[in-house]
């Protein structure tokens, strides 16, 4: 038998029958109704107090990013769809540019090409201590971007950070600011010196200058790393901070998945659809059938049952072991529960037999009976009509709406994710093309300058002069032209090897 109960409401299971219950009349748990309750005083952020420090929690429980990250990876189709927009964003990788406006055209374009200072400063991270290198940090930046819409790049400085540039240049030392290395989002939170009372005090994001990195959901004993959260006007006062760089948010400190607050639902009711259709086919059986036992073959093994009775006081009066039937201890005196036994082993031998996908194509066998008036008995089976095709088509048509929403909200056509969608006819090139260009329009620049940010602030903090001179560290993407307007020799199907 097996129970389960999620606050005040749950079920008991015995094989295939399954009862639910609740205690009360209301179905919300007492902890469920304070974090439900939208009028209560956790709606806005909560803070707790760690060695003198405030810190502000991610979501009301403090476990935000978690839950993020389960819900994406328990969906079939977000964690390839962000995947998609890294790519997309990534392109061929970052390389140098400098911006230049044409007047003529009054067109913003950038001009690619190699910066050796630059370049050096990006070169070989592994080899100047960092785990990995900087297109490997992009990549893992980028995709922490994607499910969070914040990350936390931790900044290394050598000790040439307490020198001028000008000296740092004249003597050819390492630059102050030699790499950086991702911390995890379910690591970081937000801290402030002020003791913040959040019910009477008002604070801001300009309160939280140290960040604390630690295990915030694991074991009763704590011990949390602090830092200084990385500011462009104090960079070089520490060996190490924190950076913090986000897609902001309306109300809130933090960078804000925008895709997990407003279709949370949507995801945790596509997530459900794949594990509610395969117990809904593994159980199918039991769910339909109702079965009739006839009452002739009742009658008959009653007297069954009564003869082996008989036969087992014959037995013990021989010193004899007891016979058994179906397992079924039948002792010397029949009684009813003995036929409820028997019965009971019947129906889950053929429960056992028939139901399961293992069991299909098999066969269960009976016998039939003649009443007095020649009239046949036999083992039924009657079709509950449960409208099963109705509960299968209802929940793929959801499963198919939801993809739509999770398309939307990601701004990604149907084209470029590969993801079928009812009324799109054509699948030519052209189509293709333009919905790429107009999703890395409409898309690109923000994603692209919030994640090239750190690299930007690498080469202000250590090349200000090229950071003057309009030098950064962008994202090249080759866009493909249409194939009639490319000449036949480079087109695509004569570029293969």
């Not at 140098?96 to 200072?117: I, M, N, S, V």
């Not at 925008?258 to 809904?280: C, E, M, Q, V």
């Not at 036969?311 to 009066?317: C, G, L, Q, S, V």
Request: net charge neutral; with cysteine.
């Amino acid at each position: 038998m097996d129970i389960k109960t999620v606050g005040s409401i749950g079920y008991v299971r015995e094989g295939h029958d399954v009862l639910s219950f609740q205690v009360g009349s209301s179905t919300t748990s007492p902890v469920e109704a304070i974090f439900n309750n939208t009028n209560n005083n956790l709606t806005g952020p909560v803070l707790m107090q760690v060695d003198g420090y405030s810190i502000l929690l991610k979501g009301r429980t403090n476990n935000e990013p978690e839950d993020i990250e389960a819900l994406i990876s328990g969906n079939s189709e977000l964690p390839e769809l962000i995947e998609k927009q890294i790519r997309l964003l990534y392109g061929v990788g970052p390389r140098c540019y400098q911006e230049h406006f044409d007047e003529e055209t009054g067109k913003l374009t950038r001009k690619w090409a190699k910066q050796p200072e630059i370049d050096e400063m990006f070169d070989d991270w592994e080899v100047k201590g960092m785990e990995h290198s900087a297109e490997d940090t992009l990549l893992q930046i980028i995709r922490r971007y994607y499910y969070h819409e914040e990350f936390y790049p931790k900044f290394h400085f050598s000790l040439s950070r307490l020198l001028s540039d000008e000296v740092i240049r004249s003597l050819n030392l390492q630059p102050p600011m030699f790499g950086f290395e991702l911390v995890e989002n379910n690591r970081t939170r937000l801290a402030s010196r002020r003791q913040i009372d959040m019910f009477q005090d008002d604070f801001e994001e300009k309160d939280f200058d140290t960040v604390f990195i630690g295990n915030w959901n694991r074991g009763l004993t704590r011990r949390f790393k602090r830092y200084k959260k990385f500011k462009l006007s104090k960079a070089r006062a520490n060996r190490y901070s924190i950076g913090h760089y986000k897609n902001d948010a309306v109300g809130s400190i933090y960078g804000v998945n925008k895709l997990y607050k407003g279709s949370r639902d949507w995801i945790l009711g596509a997530n459900s659809t794949p594990k509610d259709l395969n117990s809904f086919f593994k159980n199918f059986f039991g769910a339909k059938v109702h079965i009739i036992i006839p009452d002739a073959w009742c009658e008959s093994k009653k007297l069954m049952l009564q003869k082996y009775c008989e036969i087992n006081a014959k037995r013990k009066a021989d010193g004899k072991e007891y016979l058994t039937v179906n397992g079924i201890e039948v002792g010397e005196t029949y009684h009813e529960h003995l036929f409820t036994l028997y019965a009971n082993a019947e129906v889950k031998k053929l429960m056992t037999f028939l139901s399961g996908a293992e069991n299909q194509g098999k066969a269960f066998i009976s016998y039939s009976f003649r009443t007095g008036d020649n009239e046949e008995e036999r083992w039924r089976f009657e079709e509950v009509d449960l409208k099963q095709k109705d509960h299968v088509d209802s929940r793929l048509d959801f499963h198919k709406r939801a993809q739509e929403v999770l398309l939307a909200a990601k701004g990604i056509d149907a084209s470029i994710s590969n993801i079928t969608k009812d009324g799109i006819i054509s699948k030519s090139g052209a189509d293709l093309l333009y919905n790429y260009i107009i999703y890395l329009m409409m898309n690109r620049p923000i994603a692209e300058r919030l994640c090239m940010k750190p690299y930007n602030d690498m080469i202000r903090v250590n090349k200000p002069h090229l950071y003057k001179q309009g030098w950064r560290w962008g994202l090249y993407t080759d866009v493909p032209a249409r194939q009639e307007e490319t000449s036949p020799k480079d087109r695509t199907k004569n570029q293969q090897p």
